[in-house]
């Protein structure tokens, strides 16, 4: 047994101090930024609660029947939201149906087929750095190749297609994580019973992942329905007293696409027409217009985790 001597005791135990010292010390930093990040999430959530409920309180006397049938008019109290809302999922029909499939495609691509070199990494690096660009920029773009460029009119199906490539990114990016988030013992597995790469990816891979690529196409078409600054650019009515052709029809062949190249308006559109008159009645209006975008975006992220919960369900049995 080795003995100590009252040197290197004191040595020790003033080595033992000081490490408790840090150690609390560490702690007390620990506990700070732990309050420090609780006040600011509650100071957060109290603002965020305070101006939506402003907006339910100003808004939700205003909906009703004839609110969500009327088109816009020029007396606030006979004025509607059918045109916009009519106008936003028909927009948002567009978006999705182009941002999808495209977006989970190149996800894919990206991931699982694309050869790792200095051009697949220039494309991730742009990909990556396009989902933070400025929606202006999307609709600058829009207006000059779309609308100027290609002729294609300010129209319902450029409106989609703009919003498409600005969710574009988002849904390329949460496609790429949960393809990546699978383990790889799935694909070994796969690949032992004699699959190759498609059937792996088309039976095992994109199955799997399914839960976290509709929830990232989801997150994206919620962020879409809501922007106003690529719609402006490209020329959307602020106001509009008729519908476009309905997508569906009684005469064969049954879908219509004359829809695609008609004028239109979407509610975030409409808000800001209404916001922008200085009578309080139509403020109103545009409180109660915000209940309803905020309802259906609500309704978007709803069904994500619906649909990202029975999927992963199903997965597991």
Same mark, same amino acid.
């Given at each position: 047994?080795?003995?100590?001597?009252?040197?290197?005791?004191?040595?020790?135990?003033?080595?033992?101090?000081?490490?408790?010292?840090?150690?609390?010390? +560490?702690?007390?930093?620990? #506990?700070?930024?732990?309050?420090?990040? $609780?006040? *600011? /999430? =509650? @100071?957060?959530?109290? !603002?965020?609660?305070?101006?939506?409920?402003?907006?339910?309180?100003?808004?939700?006397?205003?909906?009703?029947?004839?609110?969500?049938?009327?088109?816009?008019?020029?007396?606030? +109290?006979?004025?509607?939201? #059918?045109?916009?809302?009519?106008?936003? $999922?028909? *927009? /948002? =029909? @567009?978006?999705?149906? !182009?941002?999808?499939?495209?977006?989970?495609?190149?996800?894919?691509?990206?991931?699982?087929?694309?050869?790792?070199?200095?051009?697949?990494?220039?494309?991730?690096?742009?990909? +990556?750095?396009?989902?933070?660009?400025?929606?202006?920029?999307?609709? $600058?773009?829009?207006?000059?190749?779309?609308?100027?460029?290609?002729?294609?009119?300010?129209?319902?199906?450029?409106?989609?297609?703009?919003?498409?490539?600005?969710?574009?990114?988002?849904?390329?990016?949460?496609?790429?994580?949960?393809?990546?988030?699978?383990?790889?013992?799935?694909?070994?597995?796969?690949?032992?019973?004699?699959?190759?790469?498609?059937?792996?990816?088309?039976?095992?891979?994109?199955?799997?992942?399914?839960?976290?690529?509709?929830?990232?196409?989801?997150?994206?078409?919620?962020?879409?329905?809501?922007?106003?600054?690529?719609?402006?650019?490209?020329?959307?009515?602020?106001?509009?007293?008729?519908?476009?052709?309905?997508?569906?029809?009684?005469?064969?062949?049954?879908?219509?696409?004359?829809?695609?190249?008609?004028?239109?308006?979407?509610?975030?559109?409409?808000?800001?027409?209404?916001?922008?008159?200085?009578?309080?009645?139509?403020?109103?209006?545009?409180?109660?217009?915000?209940?309803?975008?905020?309802?259906?975006?609500?309704?978007?992220?709803?069904?994500?985790?619906?649909?990202?919960?029975?999927?992963?369900?199903?997965?597991?049995?």
């Amino acid at each position: 047994m080795t003995v100590l001597s009252p040197i290197e005791s004191a040595s020790a135990s003033e080595a033992t101090r000081s490490a408790m010292r840090a150690i609390a010390s +560490a702690k007390r930093t620990d #506990l700070f930024v732990a309050g420090l990040g $609780l006040f *600011v /999430m =509650l @100071v957060s959530m109290g !603002l965020l609660l305070v101006l939506v409920g402003d907006l339910m309180i100003r808004g939700l006397s205003r909906i009703d029947y004839d609110f969500l049938t009327s088109f816009p008019s020029r007396r606030a +109290a006979n004025a509607g939201i #059918l045109s916009a809302w009519v106008g936003t $999922l028909l *927009v /948002m =029909l @567009v978006t999705a149906f !182009l941002a999808i499939p495209i977006g989970v495609m190149a996800g894919v691509y990206l991931e699982e087929y694309a050869p790792k070199n200095l051009l697949s990494n220039i494309i991730e690096i742009n990909v +990556a750095n396009l989902a933070g660009v400025p929606s202006i920029i999307y609709g $600058l773009l829009a207006l000059g190749f779309f609308v100027y460029g290609l002729d294609l009119g300010k129209t319902i199906l450029v409106a989609g297609m703009t919003l498409a490539l600005l969710i574009l990114p988002v849904v390329i990016v949460a496609t790429r994580e949960a393809v990546r988030s699978i383990p790889r013992i799935v694909k070994e597995g796969a690949y032992g019973l004699g699959a190759d790469k498609w059937q792996v990816m088309w039976h095992y891979i994109i199955p799997a992942a399914r839960p976290g690529i509709l929830t990232g196409a989801i997150v994206g078409l919620s962020r879409a329905i809501g922007e106003t600054a690529p719609i402006i650019t490209i020329g959307a009515l602020t106001f509009i007293a008729f519908l476009p052709p309905a997508p569906v029809s009684s005469e064969f062949p049954f879908i219509n696409f004359d829809w695609l190249n008609e004028g239109f308006t979407v509610l975030p559109i409409q808000m800001f027409n209404w916001i922008s008159r200085p009578q309080a009645a139509f403020h109103e209006n545009a409180a109660a217009t915000g209940v309803v975008l905020m309802a259906l975006t609500l309704s978007l992220s709803g069904t994500a985790i619906w649909i990202r919960y029975r999927l992963r369900r199903n997965v597991r049995n």
